[in-house]
C-alpha cells in the first residue's frame, strides 16, 4: 500500500492561506481540488459564528479542547534518558498495556510499524509543510479511548463536537504519559496526537488488532463500534505485537449501509469496495463531509451514531459475522427495531 500525503488531507488544505508557498506549491500540483477548496475555505469554521449549531457560549467548549491539543503538541517528541534500562519485552508490553488502560484507554494493541502507516508527507502546519515523514519506530502502541453513547446520539448537535474534542485530549493525554515513560527509560518514543500526526492511526490499530476500517473510512471496535478515538506512540523499545483481527466488517457494511443512508454531506459510497492505492477499501468524498463540517459547525458525527457497531452489537452475535449472512440480518433487524433510521437525542445534556 501506498503512503498517504497529509498534505491531501481537509485538514491539512484548509490551512493553505491564498498566496503563500503552501498555497501556491499544492493547488499547482493539484489544479483539480483547487475551486472546491477555495470555496470551502471562505465557510465559517468549525464550532464558528454562522454554523447551524453555533452557540457563543457552549461552542468555545469544544474550541478550548482544539488550543488545549495545539499548546500541548510540541510535547509529542523529547529528550531520551541517556541511560537505558535493560528490560524483558514481555513484561514491558504487559506493563505498557496495563499502564495504557489504566490511564484510562479502554482498548490497546501493539504492532510492527509498516511502511505505509507512516504520511508520505507532512501538510498540516506551514512551518513543517513538505517535510518527509521518516519511518523511524519499529513498534506502534495504538489505543482507543471511548467517547460517551448520549453524546455521540446527539450528534451533530454541539455535544457531539464537545466529545469528540474532550477524547482527543484523553487520547493526547495517555500518549503522553506513555511516550515520557519511554523516554524515562532510555529508549525513543513519540506521542501522536490531533494535529500532530506522523501517522494514520487506523491504519495502525488496524494492524494492532483494535478494529477494523468501516464503509465511512472510520475504526470500528467490537466493543464500542465507532464510538472511539485513537492514540498512537510509536517507539523503539522491544514489544510483542498483536496480531489483526477480522471480525466481518466489510461483510457487514455490504449489508448494512445506514451510514449511507443517513449522511447528510452525501459523502458515503455505496457499492463494494475499490482498488485505491493498492488496497481494495472504500474512500468517503472528504470535501463533502468536511463541507458539511463547517456548516453545521461540528465534526457532524452521523455516521459514527447510526452505526450499529457503536450502538452495541452483542459479542457472540459479532463472532458469527464473517460467516453468516443471517445473523448480519438479525443484528440489523434488531438495531431498525430500537433505533429507527438512526438514533437521535434531540435535547442536550442538562448541565449544558
Ligand atoms: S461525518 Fe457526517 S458528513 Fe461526514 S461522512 Fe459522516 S455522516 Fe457524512
Ligand atoms: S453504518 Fe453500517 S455500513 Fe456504515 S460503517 Fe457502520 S456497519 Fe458499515
Redesign the pocket.
Known amino acids: 500500500m501506498k503512503r498517504i500525503d497529509e498534505r491531501d488531507t481537509m485538514f491539512a488544505r484548509m490551512n493553505y492561506k491564498e498566496g503563500t508557498e503552501q498555497y501556491n506549491d499544492y493547488y499547482e500540483r493539484n489544479k483539480d481540488k483547487k475551486e472546491k477548496d477555495d470555496d470551502i475555505r471562505q465557510r465559517p469554521q468549525i464550532c464558528g459564528e454562522g454554523t447551524a449549531t453555533y452557540s457563543p457560549i457552549n461552542s468555545p467548549i469544544a474550541d478550548a479542547n482544539f488550543r488545549f491539543l495545539s499548546d500541548i503538541k510540541a510535547l509529542s517528541e523529547g529528550p531520551v534518558n541517556p541511560n537505558k534500562v535493560e528490560i524483558n519485552e514481555d513484561e514491558m508490553t504487559r506493563k505498557i498495556k496495563g499502564l495504557t488502560l489504566h490511564y484510562g484507554a479502554k482498548l490497546v494493541g501493539v504492532t510492527k510499524m509498516e511502511d505505509y502507516h507512516y504520511y508520505s508527507h507532512r501538510g498540516r502546519h506551514e512551518e513543517v509543510y513538505g517535510e518527509e515523514v521518516k519511518a523511524n519506530h519499529s513498534y506502534g502502541i495504538v489505543f482507543a479511548v471511548e467517547m460517551d453513547k448520549q453524546m455521540i446520539n446527539r450528534s451533530?448537535q454541539v455535544s457531539e463536537v464537545i466529545e469528540t474534542s474532550k477524547a482527543y485530549v484523553d487520547a493526547a493525554i495517555i500518549g503522553m504519559q506513555i511516550s515520557y515513560y519511554i523516554r524515562e527509560l532510555g529508549y525513543e518514543a513519540r506521542n501522536h496526537m490531533d494535529a500532530n500526526y506522523l501517522v494514520v492511526a487506523p491504519l495502525v490499530a488496524m494492524d494492532g488488532g483494535i478494529g477494523d476500517i468501516g464503509r465511512?473510512g472510520i475504526l470500528i471496535t467490537k466493543e464500542y463500534g465507532q464510538r472511539v478515538r485513537l492514540g498512537v506512540v510509536t517507539t523503539n523499545i522491544p514489544l510483542v505485537c498483536d496480531e489483526r483481527v477480522d471480525f466481518g466488517v466489510r461483510e457487514f457494511c455490504k449489508e448494512c449501509n445506514r451510514?449511507i443512508r443517513?449522511?447528510?454531506?452525501k459523502?458515503?459510497p455505496s457499492g463494494d469496495p475499490v482498488e485505491i492505492d493498492g488496497i481494495e477499501r472504500w474512500k468517503?468524498i472528504q470535501e463533502?463531509?468536511y463541507k458539511?463540517?463547517r456548516s453545521l459547525g461540528t465534526?457532524?458525527?452521523?455516521?459514527?451514531s447510526?452505526c450499529p457497531f457503536s450502538q452495541g452489537v452483542p459479542l457472540e452475535m459479532i463472532e458469527r459475522i464473517k460467516d453468516s449472512k443471517e445473523t448480519i440480518s438479525e443484528a440489523l433487524r434488531r438495531h431498525d427495531e430500537k433505533h429507527g433510521i438512526r438514533p437521535y437525542i434531540k435535547e442536550p445534556p442538562e448541565w449544558l
Open positions: 451533530p465511512n451510514c443517513t449522511c447528510p454531506g459523502a458515503i468517503i463533502d463531509c458539511m463540517w465534526d457532524c458525527g452521523i455516521c459514527i447510526s
